[in-house]
């Protein structure tokens, strides 16, 4: 299948989508063009200029939590065994906040009419000031992809692979999520700018977000091997972005953990060195006997830590993974979140008989080859993806058919990526609970 057999093929399955499916939003989009990379590029559409006079969102500063889970304070978990759209709608999306959300209200710059992002750093030829209309009035694009906390899965930690000491929320498998998101990429902003041949890192930083300690950097090779695929995010779904969500504008760093997507962005940085901060040193880090602590050169930028705060390794891409419409079974864990639907070490139920059993599955490095699933320790049969599938940064659901006989039953998932990775029966210990896609078990009681 040759570039213009794919780009028509994927444009008349989200066509289908969005005429079959509820994606979370009212309207249609005009699907003008399309760019493809091949069978696992991120599936992008220049952005239409009716999206440039969209009305604003609806104000929702705090989320409903009769639609989310609630995990503590500044967080929100989607109920995930209540997934079935292929777009999840925003009032649906995990929230994961390190402070209370900042509004504009609190903080006047992030009022759109304030707005500006500082573009600036020894490794551009440049420095900028972008303003909300300079970022509307530049070259956008639209990108179907999933955003997963690096929590996510965690419980299975303490439930499954009986790692008690590792700490963190209990978000079960509901924070991740799959959006429409419409953003300025980073060529654009290297064009204005100019960078540097011996630009080695690059900052995302929020400095209004709580302490003002809340950014993340990324390593040039890696920016530099998708600069159209990363960049400046202020719509999401076709709406102006929510508070909850980053409002005005956001990073957007498809296929690694949401806490690269840094929130309420105001700078951008490109240096010579590296940077070290609170979400690469102590936080967001795979910290544990496996994983050896990195080192600083002299000359890294450190903002708010020092060199004896690096615990580990950053976490950057998020691992194939899957998981079934089923509410995990919580026994282990130090907390059940406040509106969980079973209570502690409660099963949840399944009438016998003819079931057809649904999923969710993403392999956001490489894209999505299969899923497999097998009951009791059986064999492992392939489950049945349903379209669309449209490349590596986006998910697939998937089902299969299962004659529930009566008794307590062990279904568990397996999803394989492009390059062949596959979920892992299990996962190295790390104190954080970062990334955790070892194969789910989910026990059901079938009456």
Same mark, same amino acid.
């Given at each position: 299948?040759?570039?213009?057999?794919?780009?028509?093929?994927?444009?008349?399955?989200?066509?289908?989508?969005?005429?079959?499916?509820?994606?979370?939003?009212?309207?249609?989009?005009?699907?003008?063009?399309?760019?493809?990379? /091949?069978? %696992?590029?991120?599936?992008? &559409? #220049?952005? @239409?200029?009716?999206? +440039?006079? !969209?009305?604003?969102?609806?104000?929702?500063?705090?989320?409903?939590?009769?639609?989310?889970?609630?995990?503590?304070?500044?967080?929100?978990?989607?109920?995930?065994?209540?997934?079935?759209?292929?777009?999840?709608?925003?009032?649906?999306?995990?929230?994961?906040?390190?402070?209370?959300?900042?509004?504009?209200?609190?903080?006047?710059?992030?009022?759109?009419?304030?707005?500006?992002?500082?573009?600036?750093?020894?490794?551009?030829?440049?420095?900028?000031?972008?303003?909300?209309?300079?970022?509307?009035?530049?070259?956008?694009?639209?990108?179907?992809?999933?955003?997963?906390?690096?929590?996510?899965?965690?419980?299975?930690?303490?439930?499954?692979?009986?790692?008690?000491?590792?700490?963190?929320?209990?978000?079960?498998?509901?924070?991740? /999520?799959? %959006?429409?998101?419409?953003? &300025? #990429?980073? @060529?654009?902003?290297? +064009?204005? !700018?100019?960078?540097?041949?011996?630009?080695?890192?690059?900052?995302?930083?929020?400095?209004?977000?709580?302490?003002?300690?809340?950014?993340?950097?990324?390593?040039?090779?890696?920016?530099?091997?998708?600069?159209?695929?990363?960049?400046?995010?202020?719509?999401?779904?076709?709406?102006?972005?929510?508070?909850?969500?980053?409002?005005?504008?956001?990073?957007?760093?498809?296929?690694?953990?949401?806490?690269?997507?840094?929130?309420?962005?105001?700078?951008?940085?490109?240096?010579?060195?590296?940077?070290?901060?609170?979400?690469?040193?102590?936080?967001?880090?795979?910290?544990?006997?496996?994983?050896?602590?990195?080192?600083?050169?002299?000359?890294?930028?450190?903002?708010?830590?020092?060199?004896?705060?690096?615990?580990?390794?950053?976490?950057?891409?998020?691992?194939?993974?899957?998981?079934?419409?089923?509410?995990?079974?919580?026994?282990?864990?130090?907390?059940?979140?406040?509106?969980?639907?079973?209570?502690?070490?409660?099963?949840?139920?399944?009438?016998?008989?003819?079931?057809?059993?649904?999923?969710?599955?993403?392999?956001?490095?490489?894209?999505?080859?299969?899923?497999?699933?097998?009951?009791?320790?059986?064999?492992?049969?392939?489950?049945?993806?349903?379209?669309?599938?449209?490349?590596?940064?986006?998910?697939?659901?998937?089902?299969?058919?299962?004659?529930?006989?009566?008794?307590?039953?062990?279904?568990?998932?397996?999803?394989?990526?492009?390059?062949?990775?596959?979920?892992?029966?299990?996962?190295?210990?790390?104190?954080?609970?970062?990334?955790?896609?070892?194969?789910?078990?989910?026990?059901?009681?079938?009456?």
């Amino acid at each position: 299948m040759n570039r213009s057999d794919i780009a028509r093929a994927e444009r008349a399955l989200v066509e289908q989508v969005l005429k079959r499916e509820d994606v979370g939003r009212r309207r249609m989009f005009a699907v003008a063009a399309w760019s493809v990379a /091949g069978a %696992a590029a991120a599936t992008t &559409v #220049p952005a @239409s200029p009716a999206l +440039a006079q !969209a009305a604003p969102a609806r104000r929702i500063l705090q989320k409903d939590d009769s639609r989310i889970l609630n995990i503590g304070a500044t967080v929100r978990s989607g109920k995930y065994w209540n997934f079935s759209t292929w777009i999840t709608p925003v009032e649906e999306f995990y929230v994961r906040n390190h402070y209370p959300t900042p509004t504009a209200e609190q903080k006047p710059e992030l009022d759109p009419r304030n707005w500006k992002v500082k573009v600036h750093g020894n490794g551009l030829e440049r420095e900028l000031e972008l303003t909300y209309d300079d970022l509307l009035k530049m070259r956008s694009r639209t990108v179907f992809a999933t955003m997963e906390c690096h929590g996510n899965g965690r419980t299975v930690f303490w439930e499954q692979l009986d790692m008690k000491d590792v700490t963190g929320g209990n978000w079960v498998l509901g924070a991740v /999520g799959l %959006a429409e998101w419409e953003y &300025v #990429p980073l @060529s654009e902003i290297f +064009a204005r !700018a100019g960078l540097r041949p011996d630009a080695k890192a690059l900052l995302f930083w929020s400095g209004v977000d709580g302490a003002g300690d809340i950014g993340r950097p990324m390593p040039m090779r890696e920016v530099l091997s998708r600069p159209d695929d990363i960049g400046l995010a202020f719509r999401m779904n076709g709406n102006p972005l929510l508070p909850d969500h980053g409002a005005p504008v956001r990073a957007l760093v498809t296929g690694w953990g949401g806490a690269a997507s840094t929130k309420w962005l105001t700078e951008i940085k490109v240096a010579t060195h590296d940077f070290w901060v609170r979400l690469n040193t102590k936080a967001e880090v795979f910290a544990g006997p496996d994983y050896p602590k990195p080192t600083p050169a002299p000359g890294d930028e450190f903002r708010n830590v020092g060199p004896e705060d690096i615990h580990g390794p950053m976490v950057e891409w998020m691992p194939v993974k899957s998981f079934i419409t089923v509410p995990l079974v919580i026994e282990k864990s130090p907390s059940v979140p406040a509106n969980y639907p079973l209570k502690r070490g409660e099963l949840p139920t399944l009438a016998a008989g003819r079931q057809t059993i649904r999923g969710y599955a993403w392999g956001p490095q490489h894209g999505l080859r299969k899923v497999e699933y097998r009951i009791d320790g059986g064999p492992w049969r392939e489950a049945h993806i349903r379209p669309p599938n449209l490349g590596r940064y986006t998910w697939s659901r998937f089902d299969f058919e299962w004659d529930a006989p009566a008794g307590e039953h062990v279904i568990e998932t397996r999803a394989t990526d492009n390059a062949g990775i596959s979920q892992p029966p299990t996962v190295p210990f790390n104190l954080y609970g970062m990334a955790n896609n070892a194969i789910p078990k989910f026990r059901i009681r079938v009456v």
